[in-house]
T-cell receptor
Framework: AQSVAQPEDQVNVAEGNPLTVKCTYS??????LFWYVQYPNRGLQFLLK??????LVKGSYGFEAEFNKSQTSFHLKKPSALVSDSALYFC??????????????FGTGTRLLVSP | DSGVTQTPKHLITATGQRVTLRCSPR?????VYWYQQSLDQGLQFLIH???????AKGNILERFSAQQFPDLHSELNLSSLELGDSALYFC?????????????FGPGTRLTVT
């Protein structure tokens, strides 16, 4: 079975400071990992994904994430937060094993609040 | 704007009723996914269609059904509605059948069952 955990319901950070939103996963094989963002009253928006290759993945709006296999983590980071980054962030995972379709499993979401 | 459209935006109905939610994928996308988002269960995958054929089922109740039409739009039918079916229903699309592709989400349909 595959699962993903976002241990923090909310992350508070001041504008201009670096931010980290944590995600850990559990899969039997190797993972595909994704980050999505949801702004109020909107659908989810793709930020970035890890499929293979470089462990540091760069995505939209200055976000990046680092795949750490030994710690089974895929934390989302940004060097300098903006007030407009305030939103709900979802990590998602699926097992890469080719055993037919396996659904994308989403975490429970972390609310990021960036204060001016 | 993701290019995925969903109608209606809001839907209020009574228990026991049946509703149909509609989704049009991004131009060129052949896959459509349906998700349910509720406060207690988070974001749950319901079903995936690719080019008119069902590819995978998730946590979809037997009272729910879906289809993808030749023009690639999709409909999610919810019947014998219960209070617990109140949720946001999202549709997402992607170009192909591979679930390693990123998905593009519509704005959602908010269903309220009273």
């Amino acid at each position: 079975a595959q699962s993903v955990a976002q241990p923090e319901d909310q992350v508070n950070v001041a504008e201009g400071n670096p931010l980290t939103v944590k995600c850990t996963y559990s899969v039997s094989g190797n993972p595909y990992l994704f980050w999505y963002v949801q702004y109020p009253n909107r659908g989810l928006q793709f930020l970035l994904k890890y499929i293979t290759g470089d462990n540091l993945v760069k995505g939209s709006y200055g976000f990046e994430a680092e795949f750490n296999k030994s710690q089974t983590s895929f934390h989302l980071k940004k060097p300098s937060a903006l007030v407009s980054d305030s939103a709900l962030y979802f990590c998602a995972v699926r097992d890469r094993r080719n055993t037919g379709f396996q659904k994308l499993v989403f975490g429970t979401g972390t609310r990021l609040l960036v204060s001016p | 704007d993701s290019g995925v459209t969903q109608t209606p935006k809001h839907l209020i109905t009574a228990t026991g009723q049946r509703v149909t939610l509609r989704c049009s994928p991004r131009s060129g996308d052949l896959s459509v996914y349906w998700y349910q988002q509720s406060l207690d269960q988070g974001l749950q995958f319901l079903i995936h269609y690719y080019n008119g054929e069902e590819r995978a089922k998730g946590n979809i109740l037997e009272r729910f059904s879906a289809q993808q039409f030749p023009d690639l739009h999709s409909e999610l039918n919810l019947s014998s509605l219960e209070l617990g079916d109140s949720a946001l229903y999202f549709c997402a699309s992607s170009p192909g059948p591979r679930d390693m592709d990123e998905q593009y989400f519509g704005p959602g349909t908010r269903l309220t069952v009273t």
